[in-house]
């Protein structure tokens, strides 16, 4: 990817940065996780909202995305169902569920992901 990639959002065109994350994230909205998720193929579930909503309430503040397992216990508490695990989370996006949740919610690479 470049830095000159971008996708359209509500008809305007809205800066990727080279990881394929919102450049600024001051300009997220939830029209612009749909149009990524359009552009990506995913149809976007109750359940890809609560990861995006988690995801950005965790990082306003911490400031920082949460890790794998503060998701999974906070997914585990939410759904009232200890035996929740990472699985159901990469059900939802394949290849990287938290990296993915930070791209559709607008924020930054996490610095630990490869």
């Given at each position: 990817m470049?830095?000159?990639?971008?996708?359209?959002?509500?008809?305007?065109?809205?800066?990727?940065?080279?990881?394929?994350?919102?450049?600024?994230?001051?300009?997220?909205?939830?029209?612009?996780a749909?149009?990524?998720?359009?552009?990506?193929?995913?149809?976007?579930?109750?359940?890809?909202?609560?990861?995006?909503?988690?995801?950005?309430?965790?990082?306003?503040?911490?400031?920082?995305?949460?890790?794998?397992?503060?998701?999974?216990?906070?997914?585990?508490k939410?759904?009232?169902?200890?035996?929740?695990?990472?699985?159901?989370?990469?059900?939802?996006?394949?290849?990287?569920?938290?990296?993915?949740?930070c791209?559709?919610?607008?924020?930054?690479?996490?610095?630990w992901?490869?």
């Open positions: 470049t830095s000159a990639e971008s996708i359209i959002v509500d008809g305007r065109r809205v800066a990727l940065d080279e990881d394929g994350h919102l450049a600024d994230p001051e300009q997220w909205t939830s029209a612009f749909r149009a990524l998720a359009d552009r990506d193929g995913i149809e976007l579930s109750a359940d890809h909202w609560w990861l995006i909503e988690f995801v950005r309430d965790y990082h306003e503040t911490y400031e920082t995305p949460p890790l794998m397992r503060v998701v999974v216990a906070a997914l585990r939410a759904r009232n169902d200890s035996s929740i695990g990472s699985r159901e989370l990469y059900r939802l996006f394949s290849d990287n569920p938290v990296r993915d949740g791209r559709y919610a607008g924020l930054k690479k996490p610095d992901c490869i």
